[in-house]
Nanobody, 127 residues
């Protein structure tokens, strides 16, 4: 049973940066797909970035392309989300999630395809 724990959230001014971390325990990523979701107030949970662990391919939601970067550290079994040029509309609870299988691109965006979830970390972008 994989357990995920996020860290790194906080309050940042518009235009600032944050790096979120996701630590996995109870298992090692190999063929998994790992993603960062966010849930804004009054909105559905949405994927912002996904990474297919085996080949390292990355995929991004349109609204964060060029600003956010998902990456991994194989040796530490960790996933990161570097967020730059943050906007107030990026304010949300951010979740780390993992699927036990390699998801095809069309299935990356659906939260129902992920098996494990962290508790979330709050990111607030405000002046």
């Amino acid at each position: 049973q994989v357990q995920l724990e996020e860290s790194g959230g906080g309050l940042v001014q518009p235009g600032g940066s944050l790096r979120l971390s996701c630590a996995a325990s109870g298992g090692t990523f190999n063929r998994h797909t790992v993603a960062w979701f966010r849930q804004r107030v009054g909105k559905e949970r949405e994927v912002v970035a996904a990474l297919r662990w085996g080949e390292g391919s990355t995929h991004y939601f349109d609204s964060v392309k060029g600003r956010f970067t998902i990456s991994r550290d194989r040796s530490k079994n960790m996933v990161y989300l570097q967020m730059n040029s943050l906007k107030p509309e990026d304010t949300a609870v951010y979740y780390c999630a993992a699927s036990v299988s390699r998801l095809i691109v069309s299935r990356l965006w659906d939260a129902e395809n992920y098996d494990y979830w962290g508790q979330g970390t709050q990111v607030t972008v405000s002046s």
